[in-house]
């Protein structure tokens, strides 16, 4: 878990380093060390992606063979091929730099006439889907709870997973992209799709026998850090969110034409576990 200083981007400069140095309380220098090691870090993995990145384009765009580019970086055949397998894959810019915080709603509900507020289990799973994921892609993550009053988004590179109906920042994040768009039809949830004018809406909703529900993912660029947003009609249809981007991102990310935003179909089994995912909208980007 990162400190509150990491989480409010206090510790986020190689000028940190010194003044660390020179912070008399043994345990403030300790905490920003610590912190400062993080982002150091994450920064090393970024870079370890990026000279990757590097490598494969000279070869594949460049035309240069493995052993010309080595050569040319000062490095054996060896080490580069270690770099091509080792270092992290592609689609972790998809999430930032890093770290990258995970937020879930904190909902409040009656039980017994009291009001009490408690997490979705759908959320948590969406929540632990995505930290596995992020892990694999040597991000480190943090946890947010998202109040039902809350209209802040973390500092950081940030997943939101959250409804318009569970928190006012929810509904300023899924109103910014202006491509996809919950709306309250007739009483019910549905997403709007402003490319094609098509409204989705919950087939699970409908009939609860069909257990299919719909989310979607946006991904937008705020002062250099990356904000993906990511909501289902239901709470299941976040978690179906999750599972496209477990097995799907891979495939799809292409850092030449950034994904920005889709709409993702999910079916699931009685027990609320995802069996299959489809992206039905998009993926769209800036440039379309």
């Known amino acids: 878990m990162l400190s509150r200083a990491t989480k409010l981007g206090v510790v986020n400069t190689p000028d940190d380093f010194e003044s660390i140095r020179d912070d008399p309380d043994p345990i403030r220098r300790g905490q920003r060390a610590g912190d400062l090691i993080v982002i150091y870090q994450q920064r090393a993995a970024e870079l370890a992606r990026l000279r990757k990145a590097a490598i494969e384009e000279a070869h594949h765009q460049h035309g240069r063979s493995y052993?010309?580019?080595?050569?040319?970086?000062?490095?054996?055949?060896?080490?580069?091929?270690?770099?091509?397998?080792?270092?992290?894959?592609?689609?972790?810019?998809?999430?930032?730099?890093?770290?990258?915080?995970?937020?879930?709603?904190?909902?409040?509900?009656?039980?017994?006439?009291?009001?009490?507020?408690?997490?979705?289990?759908?959320?948590?799973?969406?929540?632990?889907?995505?930290?596995?994921?992020?892990?694999?892609?040597?991000?480190?993550?943090?946890?947010?709870?998202?109040?039902?009053?809350?209209?802040?988004?973390?500092?950081?590179?940030?997943?939101?997973?959250?409804?318009?109906?569970?928190?006012?920042?929810?509904?300023?994040?899924?109103?910014?992209?202006?491509?996809?768009?919950?709306?309250?039809?007739?009483?019910?949830w549905t997403i709007t799709d402003s490319r094609t004018g098509k409204r989705h809406d919950s087939p699970f909703l409908r009939d609860d026998t069909d257990r299919r529900d719909i989310g979607l993912i946006s991904r937008s660029f705020v002062d250099n850090r990356v904000i993906v947003y990511i909501a289902g009609i239901t709470s299941i249809g976040s978690t179906g969110v999750a599972?496209?981007?477990?097995?799907?991102?891979?495939?799809?990310?292409?850092?030449?034409?950034?994904?920005?935003y889709g709409l993702v179909e999910c079916e699931f089994d009685k027990a609320s576990t995802i069996t299959a995912s489809r992206i039905i909208a998009g993926p769209y980007d800036h440039g379309r």
């Open 67 to 188: 052993t010309e580019i080595a050569e040319l970086l000062g490095l054996t055949k060896g080490r580069i091929s270690q770099i091509r397998t080792g270092a992290p894959q592609p689609e972790r810019a998809f999430f930032g730099v890093g770290p990258v915080t995970v937020g879930i709603p904190r909902r409040a509900g009656f039980e017994d006439g009291r009001k009490r507020e408690y997490f979705d289990a759908n959320d948590q799973s969406t929540q632990e889907l995505l930290e596995r994921m992020l892990t694999r892609l040597a991000l480190v993550t943090t946890r947010h709870t998202i109040a039902p009053d809350s209209n802040e988004i973390p500092h950081g590179d940030v997943i939101m997973v959250c409804g318009p109906k569970s928190a006012p920042v929810a509904r300023r994040l899924q109103s910014s992209d202006g491509v996809l768009a919950f709306e309250n039809f007739d009483g019910r």
């Open 243 to 260: 599972h496209w981007l477990g097995t799907n991102l891979a495939g799809s990310y292409d850092p030449k034409s950034a994904f920005m």
